[in-house]
C-alpha cells in the first residue's frame, strides 16, 4: 500500500518578535535646535530696546505749549474754549507760550489775527489793543530783496534802515530807526509789515516808508 505523504502545517517563518512590556513611560521626542529662530528673535528683542530708546528721547525732548483751538480775531478777547495743550518738538528760535501759562492768557486780547491749529507765540497776544498809548502802527512795504529772506514774526525786533536814492550812492551813516513787527500781510502781492514805533517817530518811519527807499532789519530773537 502507497503511503502518501502528508503536508506540514507548520509556517515555516520564524515568529515575529515581540516587544517588551511598556513600562508607562513615554520617551520624549528629541528637539531639533533652529539656530535662526534664535537670531530672529534676539534681534527683535534689540529692536524693541532701541525703539523704547527713540521714544524716550523723543519725549523728553517734546515741551507742552498753547495752541488755538478755534480762530481769533485780532482785538478779540482769547477764551478758554479758544486755547488747547499740545506736546511739540520746537525751534528754539519761536518764543511759544508755554502749557502752564493757560490761566494768565485767557482774557487777553489777540494782537493779530489767529487761526485755528496755530502755536500760540509771544507777542501774538496782549492785555491792551495795540497801539498802545505813546505807540504808533506804521506800514512798511520794502521792495523785494530789502527784507530778510526769513519770515518775520510778531514781536520780532527789527530796524527801518534808509537805503540809497536812485543814483545808487551808499549812505555813509544811514538813519535807522527801531521798530517791532506787529503783523506780516499780503496787499496785492506786495508784502506789508505793520511795525510798532513811538508816536514822535510815527510821522518820520510814514514818509521814509512812502518813499520806499528802506529796508527792514532783523535783529537777533534772543533776548
Known amino acids: 500500500m502507497t503511503t502518501t505523504p502528508t503536508r506540514s502545517t507548520t509556517n515555516n517563518h520564524p515568529a515575529p518578535v515581540q516587544p517588551p512590556p511598556s513600562d508607562g513611560v513615554v520617551t520624549p521626542p528629541k528637539l531639533r535646535r533652529r539656530p535662526l529662530v534664535g537670531v530672529i528673535a534676539a534681534a527683535l528683542v534689540l529692536l524693541g530696546g532701541l525703539g523704547g530708546v527713540w521714544a524716550w528721547q523723543s519725549s523728553t525732548s517734546t515741551v507742552e505749549v498753547l495752541a488755538t483751538r478755534a480762530p481769533v480775531q485780532r482785538g478779540d478777547s482769547i477764551g478758554a474754549d479758544a486755547l488747547m495743550v499740545v506736546r511739540v518738538n520746537p525751534d528754539p528760535a519761536?518764543?511759544?507760550?508755554?502749557?502752564?501759562?493757560?490761566?494768565?492768557?485767557?482774557?487777553?486780547?489777540?494782537?493779530?489775527?489767529?487761526?485755528?491749529?496755530?502755536?500760540?507765540?509771544?507777542?501774538?497776544?496782549?492785555?491792551?489793543?495795540?497801539?498802545?498809548?505813546?505807540?504808533?502802527?506804521?506800514?512798511?512795504?520794502?521792495?523785494?530783496?530789502?527784507?530778510?529772506?526769513?519770515?518775520?514774526?510778531?514781536?520780532?525786533?527789527?530796524?527801518?534802515?534808509?537805503?540809497?536814492?536812485?543814483?545808487?550812492?551808499?549812505?555813509?551813516?544811514?538813519?535807522?530807526?527801531?521798530?517791532?513787527?506787529?503783523?506780516?500781510?499780503?496787499?496785492?502781492?506786495?508784502?506789508?509789515?505793520?511795525?510798532?514805533?513811538?508816536?514822535?517817530?510815527?510821522?518820520?518811519?510814514?514818509?521814509?516808508?512812502?518813499t520806499g527807499r528802506v529796508a527792514i532789519v532783523l535783529d537777533a530773537r534772543e533776548r
Not at 114 to 127: E, K, N, P, R
Open 94 to 210: 519761536l518764543q511759544l507760550v508755554p502749557a502752564d501759562h493757560f490761566d494768565s492768557v485767557v482774557g487777553q486780547r489777540a494782537a493779530t489775527d489767529l487761526v485755528a491749529g496755530g502755536l500760540l507765540a509771544a507777542g501774538q497776544y496782549s492785555d491792551v489793543l495795540p497801539p498802545a498809548e505813546g505807540m504808533s502802527v506804521v506800514g512798511v512795504s520794502p521792495e523785494v530783496g530789502l527784507m530778510p529772506a526769513e519770515p518775520l514774526r510778531p514781536g520780532d525786533e527789527v530796524r527801518i534802515v534808509q537805503t540809497p536814492g536812485a543814483q545808487g550812492d551808499v549812505v555813509a551813516e544811514p538813519v535807522s530807526l527801531s521798530a517791532q513787527v506787529l503783523a506780516v500781510r499780503t496787499v496785492d502781492t506786495r508784502v506789508v509789515v505793520d511795525v510798532l514805533v513811538p508816536s514822535t517817530l510815527a510821522p518820520e518811519v510814514a514818509a521814509r516808508a512812502a
